[in-house]
Each structure stands twice: as C-alpha cells, then as structure tokens.
C-alpha cells in the first residue's frame, strides 16, 4: 500500500494519539482551573476504534504512536490499549506523555505491554512552584518518575516549559536532576494554544538564551537522539546525557513535520497551530470499510497545511493543548 505523504511532500509517518481530554492536573498554560467543557463517554474513540485507526495508518506506512492526552493514564485500562496496540506487527515505537501523577501505579506494566519510552511533564522540582502551575503534588511525579526507571522505560524524557519569572531559574537544577537519574531533558517554548497557552506566553523565553546559559555551567557538545522528532540536541561532555532544545516558536520546524493527531473524539487534527481538521468517528460508526477508511485518512492527510503561525497569528488555535493531544 502507498506511504502517506502531504502536499508538501512530507512522509507522514508518526500519529500522536489522545485518549483522553481530561486531566487530574491544571498547569495554567494548558487547562483552565474550573474547565468543564469535556467531551461526553459516548464520543470517546473506543478502544477497538483506536485500534482500528492506528492499524490503517499503520498499512500506510505508519511506524511510530505515542499515547497522550489530557492525562492518558486517567483512561480507565489503558495498559489494555497499549498491550493492542503493541501487539499490531507493522509498528515499531509505542510510547507515551504522561504528566507521572499515576506512573508509580503503572509503570512496570505498561513497560511489559510494549510502551517503551515515555516523555513525563516536570516544569519545577520545587514542590511550591510545581503546585503553582500545576495545582498538583511533586512528590507523585517524583514517584511516578523513579517507578519509570525501576521498570526499565528506556529513555525516560523529561519536557519542561521554561517560563520567565516562574522556572527559569531552575534550569541548571534540572539538568542535575536528570544527570542524576540518567534521564533525557529537553525544554520547551511555551506555545500560544488556547487562551490559556496565550496568556502564558508573557512567560515566554527564547530557548537560544538557556542555551547560552546552561554553556556557562556545563561543557556542551553536538548531540542527536534517534527518533528525537523536533528538538535540536546537545550532550553534557563526559556523560551520556543528551539535552533538547523544543523551539516551536523562535525557530519553527514545521519543514519536516511528520506527524498528525488523533483526539479522543476521534478528529484528526493536521497541525497543532491550525483549526485544519478531519472527522472520523462518524465514518467509523456509520460502519466504513477497511478501503473507506483508508481514503478518508488520505483525504484528511491533503488538508495538512505547511506551517503553524503561532507568530504571525498568535491569537488563530482557539483550542486548548489538553484538547487537541500535545
Ligand atoms: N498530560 C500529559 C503531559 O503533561 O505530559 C500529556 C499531554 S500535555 C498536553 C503534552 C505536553 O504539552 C506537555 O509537555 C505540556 O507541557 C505541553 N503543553 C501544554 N500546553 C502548552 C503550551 N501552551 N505551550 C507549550 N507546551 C505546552
Ligand atoms: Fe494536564 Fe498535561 Fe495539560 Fe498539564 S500539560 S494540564 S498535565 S494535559
């Protein structure tokens, strides 16, 4: 069968699947403190959906899922979802972005159903400024986090906002932190998504600049990590440790976009910073077939538009992070 490629001429060949729109935390960036506004149980992709979907992608070329959401792991068995999706012969990368509040409940039996690395959310390691943005508790993340390495999840990543006047000056402690648990870091720029993600970006800091800094402190060498996706690396001479750089918004990277998502209601989102998108809940429960399915998921790959405009357009992603499967 055809690879899916773009009118760009990119190979897509990675979907980001969300299972959930909810969230047991509420970083201020993302989600709205008192956001009710959920999609209803009977709108949720089941998981035989899900499957279904990722099994067509995965005829056209599709090699890597990773799970995500709002928070995948307040899906009720998602280990269940994970060990089929494993399961499908053609996909050589499961993975999973998990805020770690449920890890520690989780980990060694999503690293038995085939997840094999995750990305955990970690923005402070100050439990005050953690519970800032975040309305949660440090220590589960913590815990969540050293379950993750017990359990073998190889690499474990960590992906931290870095934001003016709220953790910036923590990023020298974070790459400690990491160095000391073996773990990848990589920073990332606040995005403008949704109101929340706009109202945060007076919080924005050109990633350039803790680059600069973080040279001060640390002998920093070119880098790269395999399915690395769009952070640009570097390493801490002397260690394994490898440090990304997310730049969404001061260098884009929208040239090589590979990727699409799949939200909980079962649209296909094209691009993270456009309203481009395509429904296939509808087809799937009107009963459409194997080839049906397969053409609308070329159709919906037609509409993917070049570029994101969180520059120009700030004020264009209407919907939040937590919606759309970041
Ligand atoms: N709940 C999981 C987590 O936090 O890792 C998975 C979903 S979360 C939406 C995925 C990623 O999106 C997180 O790393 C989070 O920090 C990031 N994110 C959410 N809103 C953002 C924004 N406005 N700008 C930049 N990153 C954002
Ligand atoms: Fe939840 Fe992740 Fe959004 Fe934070 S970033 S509110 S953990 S979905």
């Given at each position: ?154 690499p474990v990543k960590i992906n931290m906002v870095v934001m003016n006047g709220i953790n910036d000056d923590e990023v020298e402690s974070m790459v400690e932190f990491c160095l ?147």
């Open positions: 069968m055809s690879k899916l490629v773009d009118p760009f001429q990119r190979r897509i060949e990675y979907v980001r699947v969300s299972v959930t729109d909810r969230c047991d935390l509420r970083c201020f960036y993302c989600m709205p403190e008192g956001f009710h506004g959920f999609e209803e149980p009977e709108d949720w992709l089941t998981h035989d959906e899900i499957e279904r979907v990722v099994r067509a992608f995965t005829a056209m070329g599709v090699r890597r899922i990773r799970l995500t959401g709002g928070e995948p792991l307040v899906r009720k068995n998602l280990t269940g979802l994970a060990t089929r999706l494993a399961a499908l012969p053609e996909l050589d990368d499961l993975s999973l972005s998990t805020n770690a509040t449920r890890l520690a409940k989780h980990a060694a039996e999503l690293q038995r159903a085939g997840v094999s690395r995750i990305n955990v959310s970690l923005d402070s390691l100050k439990p005050e400024v953690f519970k800032e943005i975040t309305k949660g508790k440090l220590e589960k993340v913590i815990a969540g986090l050293m379950a993750a390495k017990e359990a073998g999840l190889s000391e648990h073996g773990f990848t870091l990589r920073f990332i720029e606040t995005m403008p998504v949704g109101d929340t993600g706009r109202n945060a970006t007076d919080h924005y800091v050109d990633l350039a600049d803790i680059r600069k800094r973080l040279a001060k402190r640390f002998d920093l060498l070119p880098g790269a990590m395999p399915g690395g996706g769009p952070a640009r690396y570097v390493r801490v001479a002397g260690t394994d440790m490898n440090i990304g750089f997310i730049t969404p918004i001061s260098q884009h990277f929208c040239d090589t976009c590979n990727r699409v998502r799949l939200s909980v209601d079962g649209t296909l989102f094209l691009c993270l910073g456009q309203e481009d998108r395509f429904e296939l809940r509808p087809l799937l429960r009107a009963g459409i077939s194997d080839a049906g399915l397969e053409e609308a998921i070329r159709t919906a790959i037609s509409l993917k538009p070049e570029r994101h405009e969180f520059r120009d357009k700030p004020d264009q992603v209407i919907r939040f992070m937590s919606m759309t499967g970041g």
